[in-house]
């Protein structure tokens, strides 16, 4: 099946600071990707839509600004946590649907210390 | 999108059935029923998919009535691998830029 790839799998970061993840389509070109966020014991929250050579298109409630999403080509999505905070330590993880079901990377566990 | 209903959670042994049910009350007539695996600290993992009647693979099969209001996941002799949240998604298969929302998710037990 394809395969979507994320990295890097774990990251600590310091409050303040910013850290990007890549979300990687190894065999099959997207055109939408997608970014969850996913909080110990609950379910995966949508958190935006990205589009290749276009803007992002955000859920309600989630911060443009703080979670910054780049969709530079028809392989790569990068998310970018803008001035991380404690409350920012989550699991995050992408998703591209290439045929008819959706293929999510391995996910991607940061803690803000 | 199709909201789904499931147990927040199941216990079994191995060796036994399971079946999780999935309700779907507003599912639209192009959409599809897909569930998913989630282990810990993973991406969910495609399970299985189908519109109608069963649909059967080499891990799991799913039922789905004819009024299509509900569904049920069927996971064969299972073992302790087998622990880990199922999610059933409901939504159009031939719509590859729409977005998917998760439901709560069923946390499956299994025991010795």
């Known amino acids: 099946g394809a395969v979507v790839s994320q990295h890097p799998s774990w990251v600590i970061c310091k409050s303040g600071t910013s850290v990007k993840i890549e979300c990687r389509s190894l065999?099959?070109?997207?055109?939408?990707m997608f970014w969850y966020r996913q909080f110990p014991k609950q379910s995966l929250m949508l958190m935006a839509t990205?589009?290749?050579?276009?803007?992002?298109?955000?859920e309600q409630g989630v911060e443009k600004d703080k979670f910054l999403i780049n969709h530079a080509s028809l392989t790569l999505s990068t998310l970018t946590v803008t001035s991380a905070h404690p409350e920012d330590s989550s699991f995050y993880i992408c998703?591209?649907?290439?045929?008819?079901?959706?293929?999510f990377g391995q996910g991607t566990r940061l803690t803000v210390v | 999108l199709a909201k789904t209903t499931q147990p927040i959670s199941m216990d079994s042994y191995e060796g036994q059935e399971v079946n999780i049910t999935c309700s779907h009350n507003?599912?639209?007539?192009?959409?599809?029923i897909t569930w998913y695996q989630q282990f810990p600290s993973q991406g969910p993992r495609f399970i299985i998919q189908?519109?109608?009647t069963k649909v059967t693979n080499e891990v799991a099969s799913l039922f789905i009535p004819a009024d299509r209001k509900s569904s049920t996941l069927s996971l064969p002799r299972v073992s302790l691998s087998d622990t880990a949240v199922y999610y059933c998604?409901?939504?159009?298969?031939?719509?590859?830029?729409?977005?998917?929302?998760f439901g709560q998710g069923t946390e499956l037990s299994v025991k010795p």
């Open positions: 998703s591209a649907r290439p045929s008819s079901t959706a293929f």
């Open positions: 065999d099959f070109q997207a055109t939408t």
């Open positions: 990205s589009n290749e050579g276009s803007k992002a298109t955000y």
């Open positions: 507003n599912i639209a007539t192009n959409d599809y």
């Open positions: 189908g519109y109608k």
């Open positions: 998604l409901v939504f159009m298969i031939y719509n590859q830029g729409g977005k998917l929302i």
